[in-house]
T-cell receptor
Framework: AQTVTQSQPEMSVQEAETVTLSCTYDTSESDYYLFWYKQPPSRQMILVIR??????QNATENRFSVNFQKAAKSFSLKISDSQLGDAAMYFCAYRNLNSASNTGKLIFGQGTTLQVKP | DTGVSQNPRHKITKRGQNVTFRCDPI?????LYWYRQTLGQGPEFLTYFQNEAQLEKSRLLSDRFSAERPKGSFSTLEIQRTEQGDSAMYLC???????????FGPGTRLTVL
């Protein structure tokens, strides 16, 4: 069974600084996607960034980038130039691409609450 | 608003009562998912629909839980004989068949007294 682990329950960053959120996962599959989702307080979850496992190049979306280390099964999220609006709970998620069980369901980590200090 | 909608947003019920939640996915999204999220935790998969067919159910979905998606449009999640352990946020998400992005609704927060 696949698992996702986020070992940092809480993180804080000064506005305009950079912060890195950690995520590790366990799988025996070779084809999968990894995601970071953001869940602001009392608001719905939105996708921040995604990474296909077959791609060696790390994904980047504006101020958000990932460090994908497939062999180490590590998938960290870097937020540059942090803004007050980045304050939220961040979830790392895994999706298996094995055709036999490709329902697309997501397996989430426990989440990291990010506080941004002005 | 053309996003995923869920109703009600909040539900308080007494132990032993039945509750039903509704999810309206984004139009033409043929995949629909239900997740459960307890306080301070990540969402856990409950069940998956492809159009009107329920193709996967988690072991978390006990026999008190039932989900339907008639005509492949909206979906309902019913919990019978609610228990205090059912208190959680119930999230619905939808996606297109060939997309890896799921769009989430705002959730229904259930409190069982």
């Amino acid at each position: 069974a696949q698992t996702v682990t986020q070992s940092q329950p809480e993180m804080s960053v000064q506005e305009a600084e950079t912060v890195t959120l950690s995520c590790t996962y366990d799988t025996s599959e070779s084809d999968y996607y990894l995601f970071w989702y953001k869940q602001p307080p009392s608001r719905q979850m939105i996708l921040v960034i995604r990474q296909e496992a077959y791609k060696q190049q790390n994904a980047t979306e504006n101020r958000f980038s990932v460090n994908f280390q497939k062999a180490a099964k590590s998938f960290s999220l870097k937020i540059s130039d942090s803004q007050l609006g980045d304050a939220a709970m961040y979830f790392c998620a895994y999706r298996n691409l094995n055709s036999a069980s490709n329902t697309g369901k997501l397996i989430f980590g426990q989440g990291t609450t990010l506080q941004v200090k002005p | 608003d053309t996003g995923v909608s869920q109703n009600p947003r909040h539900k308080i019920t007494k132990r032993g009562q039945n509750v039903t939640f509704r999810c309206d996915p984004i139009s033409e999204h043929n995949r629909l998912y239900w997740y459960r999220q307890t306080l301070g935790q990540g969402p856990e998969f409950l069940t998956y629909f492809q159009n009107e067919a329920q193709l996967e159910k988690s072991r978390l979905l006990s026999d008190r839980f039932s989900a339907e998606r008639p005509k492949g449009s909206f979906s309902t999640l019913e919990i019978q004989r609610t228990e205090q352990g059912d208190s959680a946020m119930y999230l619905c998400a939808s996606s297109l068949m060939n997309s890896n992005e799921q769009f989430f609704g705002p959730g229904t927060r259930l409190t069982v007294l």
